[in-house]
């Protein structure tokens, strides 16, 4: 996935756009169709960020499977097409899910582990997010054996690392500082 600066102002533009014409949900709706089709279709991501398929043909494969979106997100497409930039729709897409979620005061938080975690602490960590303020809570799991044990929380930018790798590279660093 290309992140990049220019991904991040389209989503800004079409999330504030769409919060004026309240079309917030149907915006996120178009996108998430397009993020699954996308994602199931790899001929058609090669093809829209060709290099050497020209911008009217790029519109016309937009044109023909996606004919039911919004006019902002009609508008987006059009503006990815003639700016030469479609390789940038995945990453606006996911950009534009965050400031989505950020808006509606949910957040999505990845728990690495180095086992599978129970329900019960599951729910703990869920609690104490939404203590710091956020409404809805996603959690993305992931299992991680190189962990050894403990977990690492990521939500946006701030991670928490309690895994017991982390703990045991510290002390490596210690015991060679002080040797």
């Known amino acids: 996935m290309k992140h990049s600066r220019a991904s991040l102002r389209y989503a800004k533009a079409l999330y504030a756009a769409a919060s004026e014409k309240n079309a917030v949900e149907a915006v996120h709706r178009d996108l998430a169709s397009i993020e699954l089709t996308l994602s199931q279709n790899n001929d058609l991501v090669a093809v829209l960020e060709s290099p050497t398929a020209s911008s009217r043909v790029k519109r016309a494969y937009l044109d023909q499977i996606f004919t039911e979106l919004s006019p902002l997100t009609s508008g987006l497409l059009n503006a990815l097409v003639i700016n030469e ?9 996911e950009r534009y899910a965050e400031k989505h979620n950020e808006g509606r005061g949910a957040v999505v938080a990845t728990l690495k582990s180095s086992t599978a975690t129970s329900e019960v602490f599951d729910n703990e960590i869920i609690s104490r997010i939404k203590a710091s303020g956020y409404n809805e809570v996603v959690l993305e799991k992931q299992i991680v054996p190189e962990l050894i044990g403990g977990f690492v ?3 946006n930018d701030l991670q928490f690392d309690a ?3 982390k703990q045991l590279n510290r002390l490596k660093r210690e015991f060679s500082n002080s040797l």
Do not use: F, G, K, N
């Open 153 to 155: 929380l990521r939500i």
């Open 85 to 93: 930039r479609l390789e940038l729709l995945q990453d606006v897409i």
């Open 163 to 165: 895994s017991l790798s």
